[in-house]
């Protein structure tokens, strides 16, 4: 079993389990899921939550954001972490 306590795990669509997020708590760890656009149900989920938080209060001085942008398997790939 990995030690994983007061360290953040990233997890791509694959991985994806609530079974997985739930051992990573158990572990005292964080975790990040990645979310594709091809879920657009999920998409929209989420993007409605980031309005209402924005809506809240959250403002861009409580939270950072990275982009990586590359080229892949053909194919040109962004990905946002906020």
């Given amino acids: 079993m990995l030690h994983i306590e007061n360290s953040i ?4 669509d694959m991985d994806w389990q609530s079974y997985i997020a739930q051992q990573i708590i ?3 760890g964080d975790y990040i899921l990645s979310q594709k656009g091809n879920h657009s149900g999920m998409q929209a ?4 939550w980031w309005h209402k938080s924005e809506r809240e209060g959250l403002s861009d001085k409580m939270f950072s954001q990275h982009r990586d942008v590359s080229s892949k398997h053909g194919r040109i790939e962004t990905r946002t972490c906020q």
């Fill in 9 to 12: 795990v990233t997890l791509d």
């Fill in 26 to 28: 158990k572990k005292k």
């Fill in 45 to 48: 989920e989420i993007e409605a």
